[in-house]
Protein backbone atom coordinates (compact mmCIF):
# COMPACT_ATOMS: atom_id res chain seq x y z
CA UNK A 1 0.00 0.00 0.00
CA UNK A 2 2.73 2.15 0.56
CA UNK A 3 4.78 1.89 -2.48
CA UNK A 4 1.37 1.93 -4.05
CA UNK A 5 0.71 5.77 -2.62
CA UNK A 6 4.04 6.47 -3.15
CA UNK A 7 3.41 5.65 -6.90
CA UNK A 8 0.29 7.86 -7.64
CA UNK A 9 1.92 10.47 -6.10
CA UNK A 10 4.79 10.84 -8.08
CA UNK A 11 4.67 11.69 -12.00
CA UNK A 12 1.39 10.03 -12.93
CA UNK A 13 -0.96 9.55 -15.62
CA UNK A 14 -4.61 9.11 -15.16
CA UNK A 15 -7.21 6.92 -17.20
CA UNK A 16 -10.53 6.94 -17.84
CA UNK A 17 -11.85 2.96 -18.15
CA UNK A 18 -15.06 2.55 -19.80
CA UNK A 19 -16.71 -0.69 -19.71
CA UNK A 20 -18.49 -1.14 -22.95
CA UNK A 21 -21.49 -2.92 -22.99
CA UNK A 22 -22.45 -2.11 -19.08
CA UNK A 23 -25.50 -2.28 -17.23
CA UNK A 24 -25.79 -1.81 -13.44
CA UNK A 25 -26.12 -4.83 -11.41
CA UNK A 26 -24.11 -6.38 -14.47
CA UNK A 27 -27.04 -6.97 -15.95
CA UNK A 28 -25.67 -6.56 -19.54
CA UNK A 29 -22.72 -7.94 -21.73
CA UNK A 30 -20.12 -7.03 -19.48
CA UNK A 31 -19.57 -9.35 -16.52
CA UNK A 32 -18.61 -9.10 -12.71
CA UNK A 33 -15.37 -11.32 -13.51
CA UNK A 34 -14.46 -9.47 -16.29
CA UNK A 35 -14.49 -6.48 -14.26
CA UNK A 36 -12.23 -8.06 -11.62
CA UNK A 37 -10.00 -8.89 -14.49
CA UNK A 38 -9.90 -5.45 -15.38
CA UNK A 39 -9.08 -4.59 -12.02
CA UNK A 40 -6.37 -7.16 -11.68
CA UNK A 41 -5.01 -5.60 -15.41
CA UNK A 42 -4.92 -2.05 -14.08
CA UNK A 43 -2.42 -3.47 -10.78
CA UNK A 44 -0.34 -4.99 -13.30
CA UNK A 45 0.08 -2.06 -15.58
CA UNK A 46 0.98 -0.39 -12.19
CA UNK A 47 3.74 -2.37 -11.50
CA UNK A 48 4.92 -2.39 -15.08
CA UNK A 49 4.82 1.09 -15.16
CA UNK A 50 6.83 1.10 -11.82
CA UNK A 51 9.87 0.64 -13.94
CA UNK A 52 9.41 4.63 -15.62
CA UNK A 53 9.03 5.70 -12.22
CA UNK A 54 5.41 6.94 -13.59
CA UNK A 55 2.24 6.01 -11.52
CA UNK A 56 -1.66 5.60 -12.48
CA UNK A 57 -2.84 7.92 -10.22
CA UNK A 58 -7.30 8.48 -10.87
CA UNK A 59 -9.17 5.84 -12.35
CA UNK A 60 -12.31 7.58 -13.80
CA UNK A 61 -14.88 4.26 -14.53
CA UNK A 62 -17.13 5.21 -16.95
CA UNK A 63 -19.83 2.64 -18.62
CA UNK A 64 -21.62 2.70 -21.95
CA UNK A 65 -25.23 0.63 -21.43
CA UNK A 66 -26.01 -2.50 -24.02
CA UNK A 67 -28.36 -0.54 -26.05
CA UNK A 68 -25.08 2.86 -27.15
CA UNK A 69 -22.54 -0.26 -27.42
CA UNK A 70 -24.26 -2.72 -29.58
CA UNK A 71 -22.06 -2.29 -32.51
CA UNK A 72 -18.89 -1.87 -30.33
CA UNK A 73 -19.09 -4.94 -28.49
CA UNK A 74 -17.11 -6.82 -31.09
CA UNK A 75 -15.14 -4.52 -33.74
CA UNK A 76 -12.00 -4.11 -35.60
CA UNK A 77 -9.75 -1.43 -36.10
CA UNK A 78 -12.03 0.55 -37.98
CA UNK A 79 -14.51 -0.18 -35.50
CA UNK A 80 -12.12 1.01 -32.78
CA UNK A 81 -11.47 4.43 -34.30
CA UNK A 82 -15.51 4.91 -34.33
CA UNK A 83 -15.79 3.84 -30.37
CA UNK A 84 -12.78 6.52 -29.57
CA UNK A 85 -14.62 8.90 -31.43
CA UNK A 86 -18.20 8.30 -30.18
CA UNK A 87 -17.80 8.35 -26.45
CA UNK A 88 -14.66 10.11 -24.68
CA UNK A 89 -14.26 10.68 -20.53
CA UNK A 90 -12.79 13.78 -18.54
CA UNK A 91 -9.76 15.23 -20.20
CA UNK A 92 -7.76 14.91 -17.57
CA UNK A 93 -7.44 10.72 -18.08
CA UNK A 94 -6.23 8.74 -20.99
CA UNK A 95 -9.57 6.93 -22.25
CA UNK A 96 -8.93 3.52 -22.29
CA UNK A 97 -12.59 1.38 -23.67
CA UNK A 98 -12.88 -2.61 -22.59
CA UNK A 99 -15.13 -4.86 -24.83
CA UNK A 100 -15.73 -7.94 -25.12
CA UNK A 101 -13.52 -8.85 -28.88
CA UNK A 102 -11.27 -7.15 -31.06
CA UNK A 103 -11.50 -9.20 -34.38
CA UNK A 104 -8.14 -8.48 -35.75
CA UNK A 105 -5.56 -7.37 -32.57
CA UNK A 106 -6.00 -7.66 -28.84
CA UNK A 107 -6.32 -4.34 -29.14
CA UNK A 108 -5.68 -0.55 -31.20
CA UNK A 109 -3.91 2.55 -29.87
CA UNK A 110 -2.38 5.24 -32.01
CA UNK A 111 1.50 6.11 -31.71
CA UNK A 112 1.61 9.25 -29.88
CA UNK A 113 -2.38 9.87 -29.67
CA UNK A 114 -3.31 13.30 -29.64
CA UNK A 115 -4.13 15.15 -26.11
CA UNK A 116 -7.15 17.05 -27.32
CA UNK A 117 -9.74 14.45 -27.26
CA UNK A 118 -12.15 16.48 -29.76
CA UNK A 119 -9.46 15.87 -32.55
CA UNK A 120 -10.28 13.55 -35.27
CA UNK A 121 -9.32 9.71 -35.12
CA UNK A 122 -8.81 7.54 -32.40
CA UNK A 123 -8.67 9.70 -29.27
CA UNK A 124 -7.98 6.53 -26.65
CA UNK A 125 -6.94 2.73 -26.62
CA UNK A 126 -9.09 -0.32 -26.91
CA UNK A 127 -8.83 -3.54 -25.76
CA UNK A 128 -10.57 -7.13 -25.52
CA UNK A 129 -11.35 -8.02 -22.04
CA UNK A 130 -11.69 -12.12 -23.24
CA UNK A 131 -8.34 -12.38 -25.00
CA UNK A 132 -4.83 -13.74 -23.63
CA UNK A 133 -4.50 -16.13 -21.24
CA UNK A 134 -3.77 -15.20 -17.87
CA UNK A 135 -5.10 -12.11 -15.92
CA UNK A 136 -1.34 -10.80 -16.09
CA UNK A 137 -1.82 -10.54 -19.70
CA UNK A 138 -4.85 -8.60 -19.30
CA UNK A 139 -2.36 -6.10 -17.42
CA UNK A 140 0.50 -6.59 -20.12
CA UNK A 141 -2.15 -5.76 -22.91
CA UNK A 142 -3.32 -2.51 -21.45
CA UNK A 143 0.07 -1.36 -20.42
CA UNK A 144 1.08 -2.45 -24.10
CA UNK A 145 -1.94 -0.19 -25.86
CA UNK A 146 -1.77 3.15 -23.29
CA UNK A 147 1.88 2.62 -24.24
CA UNK A 148 1.17 3.38 -28.05
CA UNK A 149 -1.09 5.84 -26.66
CA UNK A 150 2.23 7.61 -24.76
CA UNK A 151 4.02 7.51 -28.26
CA UNK A 152 5.99 4.30 -27.89
CA UNK A 153 6.09 1.99 -30.95
CA UNK A 154 6.74 -1.78 -31.42
CA UNK A 155 10.38 -3.27 -30.62
CA UNK A 156 12.48 -5.76 -32.07
CA UNK A 157 12.36 -7.72 -28.36
CA UNK A 158 9.75 -10.27 -27.45
CA UNK A 159 10.35 -9.63 -23.54
CA UNK A 160 10.08 -5.63 -24.40
CA UNK A 161 6.29 -4.54 -22.94
CA UNK A 162 5.82 -3.44 -26.46
CA UNK A 163 6.62 -6.46 -28.33
CA UNK A 164 7.64 -6.98 -31.89
CA UNK A 165 5.68 -6.71 -34.91
CA UNK A 166 7.44 -9.77 -37.17
CA UNK A 167 5.59 -9.45 -40.05
CA UNK A 168 4.94 -5.77 -40.21
CA UNK A 169 1.28 -5.52 -40.23
CA UNK A 170 1.31 -3.36 -37.53
CA UNK A 171 0.01 -5.60 -34.61
CA UNK A 172 2.51 -6.25 -32.35
CA UNK A 173 3.21 -10.15 -31.25
CA UNK A 174 3.06 -10.05 -27.19
CA UNK A 175 2.90 -12.65 -24.37
CA UNK A 176 2.99 -13.20 -20.55
CA UNK A 177 6.80 -12.31 -20.66
CA UNK A 178 6.64 -8.63 -22.54
CA UNK A 179 7.12 -6.45 -19.32
CA UNK A 180 10.35 -4.69 -19.96
CA UNK A 181 11.07 -1.42 -20.95
CA UNK A 182 14.55 0.52 -21.23
CA UNK A 183 15.70 4.04 -21.28
CA UNK A 184 14.86 5.46 -24.03
CA UNK A 185 10.92 4.07 -24.02
CA UNK A 186 11.01 5.57 -20.42
CA UNK A 187 12.07 9.12 -21.86
CA UNK A 188 9.07 8.90 -24.37
CA UNK A 189 6.58 8.55 -21.88
CA UNK A 190 7.17 10.55 -19.21
CA UNK A 191 7.13 13.47 -21.93
CA UNK A 192 3.85 12.55 -23.10
CA UNK A 193 1.13 15.64 -22.99
CA UNK A 194 -0.55 12.92 -20.32
CA UNK A 195 1.89 12.75 -17.68
CA UNK A 196 0.68 14.62 -14.28
CA UNK A 197 2.98 16.18 -12.39
CA UNK A 198 3.84 14.87 -8.50
CA UNK A 199 1.54 16.28 -5.72
Known sequence: MRRHIENIRA??????VFF??????????????QAQRVQHGIEMMRELYEQADLGVRRIFW??????????F???????????????????????????QTITDAGGWSNSDGPCDKDDKGRTGAVVEVTGGSSNDFMG?????????????????S??????????NDGIGEINNN???????QIDTMRSSCWVRDSC
Open 11 to 16: TSINLC
Open 20 to 33: VGHEPGFAGTFTQT
Open 62 to 71: RFIHDDDAAS
Open 73 to 99: ISINASGATDLTEAFSGPNDGIDLFIV
Open 140 to 156: ILMAHEVGHYLGLKHTN
Open 158 to 167: ATNLMGVDSN
Open 178 to 184: SRDLVAS
